[in-house]
């Protein structure tokens, strides 16, 4: 699920925001939903090349890209073109202020959805299949197809992490440490099953 449009770092940061709270999901879902129709040209650091050719048409350098004391910002200029989220270069010292970093970014770009947000349980917590809470209904064929696609994106989205364990060595995905990226990919699949087994008892065949 590598996007060459997303650097390593943003892509630690969405993975986590995947797995936060209600709110972080739904930012993830967007961020990630803009770069696939191409109303966000992608997230780097401030440094590589393209935020840096963005900074260079309107007569800068990268240097001048971020503020002082200010890890993301929305690159907007010139009209006419995808913005840019550009964030500071380098690993994080504070990923929980990295993360909001990124979101704050993401609101700045100013791209209203027009994609539907996936559908998932804020009850739940992530990483349990639909319906593991209780409080998920399913009263009609188009439920199921609506929890099915849910399983579908919890993988597409869950093979975030087994890149960077395949790229960077370690993710910790659902509490387990997988250093390898085929383990990692073996055990979303199994989240995978268990998710349309679940969706299953509470749908019906």
Not at 2 to 9: E, F, G, L, P, Y
Not at 48 to 63: D, I, N, S
């Amino acid at each position: 699920m590598k996007d060459s449009r997303i650097d390593v770092q943003g892509q630690y940061a969405l993975f986590r925001l995947l797995k936060g709270d209600p709110a972080q999901r739904i930012d993830a879902s967007n961020i990630l939903s803009a770069i696939k129709a191409g109303a966000l040209k992608g997230i780097y650091q401030e440094d590589q090349q393209v935020p840096a050719m963005r900074a260079t048409e309107l007569g800068q350098w990268w240097g001048q890209i971020l503020p002082k004391g200010v890890d993301g910002v929305c690159m907007t200029e010139p009209a006419g073109k995808p913005p840019i989220i550009a964030m500071r270069r380098g690993t994080p010292p504070d990923k929980t202020a990295y993360d909001a970093a990124l979101v704050t970014a993401w609101q700045q770009c100013g791209i209203a959805p027009i994609w539907p947000v996936r559908p998932y349980d804020p009850s739940a917590t992530p990483g349990d299949p639909p319906g593991t809470s209780g409080l998920i209904k399913c009263n009609s064929p188009e439920d199921k197809i609506r929890l099915l696609a849910h399983c579908e994106h919890t993988k597409k989205y869950n093979m975030i992490g087994c890149d960077i364990a395949g790229e960077h060595g370690s993710v910790e995905l659902y509490g387990a440490l997988f250093t390898d990226y085929e383990e990692c990919a073996e055990r979303v699949d199994l989240i995978l099953d268990s998710c349309k087994e679940e969706v299953t008892k509470i749908c019906g065949k």
